[in-house]
């Protein structure tokens, strides 16, 4: 094996994440990722901070988002030796699921799993994604989990989009954002 070609995290982003001005709209700068998850020494290098900081939070089951959170939280819980729980959009699951709404700007959305395919009662979870907005996504996942019987034990993700208050909506001490994290 080579020796690592990113010092940390916060460095793979910055060298590959490819920024989209006014995009989805004007005045917004879209962070994309695609090009740090298509290298492998950054996408390795991201997945190994993720990995530490869902250790840190007592993880025994990783929870991703859909859809990058899907990437992400599945390359995590490899790298642990744990399980992955695909949180998912409303309507792509058979049922019988279990459902949480949430609100949005312009209306609501909905979480699913799946009813009774999982043991949730008393685990863990971390809950991995690729951004941080507004938090509403990461705060319905909880509601869903803890409704199961799951303890959210922290939430993982690569980036945050500052001035949204999605980090108020959180519990304090359990987030982890690796871009900053590891600097």
């Known amino acids: 094996m080579t020796a690592q070609k990113y010092a940390n995290a916060a460095e793979a982003i910055g060298d ?12 917004v700068l879209f962070e994309d990722l695609t090009p740090v998850l298509a290298d492998a020494e950054a ?11 869902c250790r840190d939070l007592g993880a025994d089951l990783i929870g991703g988002l859909d859809a990058r959170g899907f990437l992400l939280g599945s390359a995590v819980a490899f ?23 949430y609100s949005l700007e312009y209306g609501t959305a909905a979480l699913e ?12 979870v971390v809950l991995v994604d690729d951004v941080l907005a507004t938090g509403g996504t990461l705060l319905a996942a909880t509601k869903l989990l803890e ?8 939430y993982v993700v690569v980036l945050e989009v500052p001035g949204l ?14 871009n900053e994290s590891d600097a």
């Open 79 to 101: 790298d642990m030796g744990l399980g992955i729980l695909a949180i998912r959009k409303q309507g792509k699951l058979p049922p019988p699921v279990i459902t949480e709404e």
């Open 147 to 154: 409704s199961c019987g799951a303890e959210v034990s922290g």
């Open 43 to 53: 996408f390795a290098t991201v997945v190994s901070s993720l990995s530490q900081a």
């Open 16 to 27: 590959k994440i490819r920024l989209v001005p006014d995009f989805p709209e004007p005045g």
């Open 165 to 178: 208050g999605g980090r108020e909506k959180l519990r304090d001490g359990s987030l982890v954002v690796i």
């Open 113 to 124: 799993i799946p009813a009774g395919q999982t043991d949730l009662q008393g685990k863990r």
